[in-house]
């Protein structure tokens, strides 16, 4: 599945959402503090998501982020192509700077949450924040200035970072920007 097919994909599952609550567009516009055309093009599969307004949604209905994802197919393997996970976009500080990530076990009730986040430079999470379980950063490629309560952590490809969820933390990408797996427990969205 490419970027557009999971578009349209998460698209048609918002849509069946929506409609199997019996809400008009305008109802869950409204309620997720988001806008109609928005909310129409999205379910068209039209428009990128940030993981904010995937955040107001989901919140909206009652649900976490992963249940506007999941593909339940029973008990066995789960296999994410690469490039295929459900991408979100988080902003960043400038108009082109931000965050591209994939999930890459969109499955609800899984134990595990892994996002692999492509950061442009300067860009990341810099707003701290923090949540129950554990947090692993795998660093792939390029740079990154983590943050984990009160330390400030510098992290190179091949380095690693552990901590509990609990501690505020946050991230910017290096001057090349970076590829970095975050692996926590239990699922945030």
Avoid: C
Avoid at 22 to 33: F, I, P
């Amino acid at each position: 599945m490419d970027g557009e097919e999971a578009a349209v994909a998460l698209g048609r599952r918002i849509r069946d959402i929506r409609q199997g609550k019996g809400q008009s567009l305008s109802e869950v516009a409204a309620g997720a503090d988001l806008t109609v055309s928005f909310l129409s093009r999205l379910e068209r599969g039209l428009t990128g998501v940030t993981v904010e307004k995937l955040r107001r949604l989901a919140a909206f209905w009652g649900l976490e982020i992963v249940h506007l994802f999941d593909r339940d197919e029973g008990p066995k393997p789960l296999v994410i192509r690469a490039g295929h996970g459900p991408a979100l976009q988080i902003s960043g500080p400038g108009p082109r700077q931000a965050a591209r990530s994939e999930s890459l076990i969109p499955k609800v009730g899984a134990a595990l949450q892994a996002t692999l986040y492509r950061t442009t430079a300067g860009a990341g999470r810099s707003e701290l924040f923090s949540h129950a379980g554990e947090e692993f950063v795998f660093v792939i490629d390029g740079s990154v200035s983590y943050t984990a309560g009160e330390e400030s952590i510098q992290l190179d490809e091949g380095d690693a970072v552990w901590h509990p969820s609990t501690l505020p933390h946050g991230w910017t990408a290096g001057p090349a920007g970076s590829i970095t797996l975050h692996v926590n427990t239990p699922q945030i969205w």
